[in-house]
């Protein structure tokens, strides 16, 4: 009896450890028995991949550690098959050794993770001790994809170089092999350059004294940073050791409002009309008739194409504001002398000028897929497919190669649940929406899917600068478990279950990746009140918390809680580093929408009124104009009414964008007179009112933000 139960738990530990990595391996036969890795084993490496060894090195402590392409039993051996494409690996353990040998560099590399991924967690602190049991099988794997990318903006939220290695380091344990950098945007230029010191050092920093102009929070302060050259480099290296490509991104002929402030002679020429936005200029499109543009698009390139070693450099392309070039009389007498049709012809013009530069530093062009709308750029020219499945479809059918990243699968700034921080215009993406993404279920042509290049989940920062950005936790919790899943169905060709999946993650990789230290988000707790009980339940293994919310106290849960007020009581769960949103029951997420009525100093658009709050959907009213000081939105209510909170947010819902930069709220018990509550903080304020109120009005103390409007959501009333 004993004997068999031990049988079973050895075949459950065995098979357990194969099929649970992430991204799945595509064939692996598990044996009887284990090898040990013990403080004698020696790493043997053929010289080829060094760096690998070196890498490993840092994981494992061996003592010994040698290039040779001889090894001997008990050794653990990296080599190169030359009969295997780049990236496949055989990783192969048996009583005597490891042996991982893979076609190029980065097949190795890909062997080295798995081999990780198979050793206690525990291997990602770095601080694992020796001897290690690894059981025994064999794994012969290799990518679906040869693109497997994510990318990050740190344009509009600035990272320092140190924690941006950090997340390729986790982009490599999950076999994701390219880094698209997303540098330049109207927030910021991130780049050090020789021949433009004034690009970064004054357009790396927005708001204070600079004339880059805050937006999105932060708005007292000077905030920013760029990369140096020799911090560039450092990255390229760091990512090349652990097989990814880094994808520089200079976004151009839009998104440049950063560098349009400190060198308006760049821009179009005409006198913007600056009525509606106080005074302040928001253009932020390169004149593409200029010709000193294209000696300025010359010294950048021929400094990036120094710096990053990648095939293509990506020039940006979307989202280009074709007013500014209709209001040019330089860019319309363009469109005359080359008879150009429209404005994406302009477009295709400023990027074919590009692509002869960038062909003259042994570079090819990528782009947003809008920069295909010309019709004329080469079939060379890597397109990245953002806006729609559909879009994605469209680029593959006109024969470019296609990286498909469609935000209604893979923006990862969108919000993973209803009630989450997080963009909602593409989707509400949680990791097993990502997993559920299927080339097939799209019915791409085999035209279609032979011009996919790769699959790429991206993460702009809009929303970041707002949560703490000097911390990891909020840009962990929207990376992961999502990006566990991108590097699913970009890798295993497998096509593993949901529920496999979910296994493999609950089981497994939350200790990886609390040991690899990443602040990942926990599935929303189950939460129901029913015969005056609250209960609460999660199916990984974490544990519940439950909070009051009038004295903010943090209890364990252990059972059904006897509860009268169930509007106040929220749950979270929490495994380590990681946590789960914070919930409740329907009575606490419940939202009361009592009859109201807006009214504001403001004019607003007749497209979007003040009787859209007034419905407590998501639709908004728009100013058309920005705000003075002295401006106020007022709301009151039909009847007067209680509640918990009071949630009022100028500007979009989560992004802090057209709203009030500084002010304050103010309630009305009586039905006469106001009372003060609430500083504005990033354009909003909770009031947590004392009685039953009869309205709630925000006044602007100053201008609002650096934008033409302001938007005016409903309140959220609890
Ligand atoms: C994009 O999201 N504008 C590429
Ligand atoms: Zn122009």
Redesign the pocket.
């Known amino acids: 009896m004993k004997l068999k139960l031990l049988f079973v738990l050895l075949f459950v530990a065995q098979t357990v450890v194969a099929t649970n990595t992430i991204p799945a391996v595509n064939n692996e036969e598990n044996r009887n028995g284990h090898f040990t890795i013990t403080p004698k084993t020696a790493l043997v490496y053929n010289s080829t991949v060094r760096d690998v060894a070196m890498y490993l090195l840092e994981y494992i402590p061996f003592k010994q550690i040698l290039s040779s392409n001889k090894t001997m039993p008990g050794d653990i051996f990296l080599t190169i098959n030359r009969f295997m494409d780049e990236e496949e690996y055989r990783l192969t353990i048996d009583k005597n050794n490891i042996r991982i040998e893979g076609g190029g560099y980065g097949g190795v590399f890909n062997g080295v993770q798995t081999l990780l991924q198979m050793l206690p967690s525990e291997i990602y602190t770095k601080k694992c001790r020796l001897p290690i049991d690894v059981p025994l099988c064999e794994i012969h794997d290799s990518p679906r994809l040869a693109y497997r990318g994510f990318m990050l903006d740190v344009a509009r939220t600035w990272l320092p170089a140190d924690r941006v290695k950090r997340y390729i380091d986790l982009m490599a344990y999950h076999k994701l092999n390219k880094l698209h950098f997303h540098l330049t945007d109207d927030e910021g230029w991130r780049i050090e350059l020789k021949s433009h010191p004034e690009f970064a050092t004054i357009g790396g920093f927005r708001g204070g004294d600079s004339p880059v102009h805050p937006r999105y929070a932060k708005f007292g302060e000077k905030w920013g940073g760029y990369y140096t050259q020799e911090e560039l480099r450092d990255i390229v290296a760091y990512a090349a050791q652990r097989n990814i490509e880094v994808i520089p991104e200079v976004?151009m002929p839009g998104?440049s409002k950063a560098l349009g402030a400190i060198h308006p002679d760049i821009l179009c020429n005409f006198t913007p009309n600056t009525a509606s936005t106080n005074g302040l200029d928001i253009r932020n499109v390169w004149c593409a008739a200029k010709e000193s543009n294209y000696a300025i698009i010359e010294d950048v390139i021929k400094e990036l194409s120094e710096i990053f070693t990648s095939e293509y450099i990506h020039i940006?392309g979307?989202?280009v504001d074709m007013s500014q070039w209709r209001q040019c009389p330089d860019c319309q007498r363009l469109k005359h002398e080359r008879g150009l049709e429209n404005e994406s012809q302009i477009e295709d013009y400023f990027i074919a000028r590009t692509t002869e530069i960038l062909a003259r530093y042994g570079k090819k062009p990528a782009v947003?897929h809008e920069a295909i709308d010309g019709g004329s750029l080469p079939k060379t020219t890597r397109v990245?497919g953002?806006?729609s499945v559909k879009l994605c479809k469209h680029s593959t059918e006109r024969g470019y190669p296609t990286i498909v990243m469609p935000?209604e699968y893979f923006?990862l700034d969108m919000k993973q649940s209803d009630r989450e921080e997080g963009h909602i215009w593409a989707a509400i993406i949680d990791a097993k929406r990502i997993h559920s993404f299927d080339i097939d279920k799209y019915g791409f042509t085999e035209y279609q899917r032979n011009n996919i290049a790769g699959i790429e989940a991206?993460f702009?920062s809009e929303l970041y600068i707002a949560n703490h950005p000097e911390s990891n936790d909020y840009l962990d919790y929207m990376l992961f478990p999502r990006l566990c899943a991108v590097s699913e169905i970009a890798w295993s060709s497998k096509q593993r279950s949901w529920d496999d999946f979910y296994t493999a993650l609950r089981t497994s990789h939350y200790d990886r990746m609390q040991a690899m230290g990443i602040a990942f988000r926990l599935f929303t707790p189950e939460v129901v009140y029913s015969d005056g009980k609250l209960s609460a339940s999660v199916d990984d293994g974490s544990t519940l918390y439950y909070t009051d919310e009038r004295n903010g106290r943090e209890t364990r849960y252990t059972k059904p809680i006897d509860c009268r007020t169930p509007e106040y009581i929220s749950f979270r769960s929490r495994y380590g580093t990681a946590h789960s949103r914070k919930t409740g029951s329907a009575e606490y997420l419940r939202m009361l929408t009592p009859p109201v009525t807006v009214t504001s100093s403001m004019p607003c658009s007749t497209k979007a009124p003040l009787t859209n709050p007034a419905k407590y959907t998501n639709s908004i009213a728009r100013t058309t104009r920005a705000a003075k000081s002295g401006d106020w939105i007022e709301y009151r209510f039909a009847e007067p009414i209680s509640c918990r909170e009071i949630v009022v947010q100028t500007g979009h819902i989560h992004l802090r964008r057209c709203l009030f930069l500084a002010g304050y709220t103010e309630v009305c018990y009586d039905g006469k007179s106001w009372v003060r509550t609430n500083e504005l903080s990033d354009g909003g304020a909770i009031i947590r009112p004392t009685a039953k109120i009869h309205a709630v009005r925000v006044v602007a103390t100053t201008r609002s933000d650096a934008e033409n409007n302001v938007v005016i959501g409903p309140l959220r009333i609890r």
């Open positions: 976004d998104h940006g979307d989202e947003w990245y953002w806006k935000g923006y991206s702009f």
